[in-house]
């Protein structure tokens, strides 16, 4: 899941430090914002998607989305 892109951002810089030539990004579910930004900062990244939420509130949760999606997989009571 992609909502800001910043644990993504990290993840990509991280592999091309690393000196990876190929990345491929495979998410189940991103936000618009979140897609755009990263393939601005990483043009040379290919992002497959399967679903993309127009945004994120200012929470950081994709909207419509999932909401925390941590809080769904560990049956937090926030969810």
């Known amino acids: 899941m992609i ?3 910043e644990t993504c951002n990290a ?3 991280t592999l091309k430090d690393w000196g990876a030539k190929t ?3 495979v998410s189940f579910c ?3 914002p979140g897609i755009s930004r990263l393939a601005n900062i990483h043009s ?3 992002f497959i998607t399967g679903v993309v939420d127009p945004e ?3 929470h950081g949760y994709l909207v419509p989305g999932y909401g925390d999606i941590g809080d769904r ?3 937090s009571n926030n969810v």
């Open 3 to 5: 909502a800001t892109g």
């Open 11 to 13: 993840a990509i810089s």
């Open 23 to 25: 990345i491929k990004v």
């Open 30 to 32: 991103s936000s618009n």
């Open 44 to 46: 040379d990244v290919s």
């Open 56 to 58: 994120i509130n200012e």
């Open 73 to 75: 997989l560990f049956s």
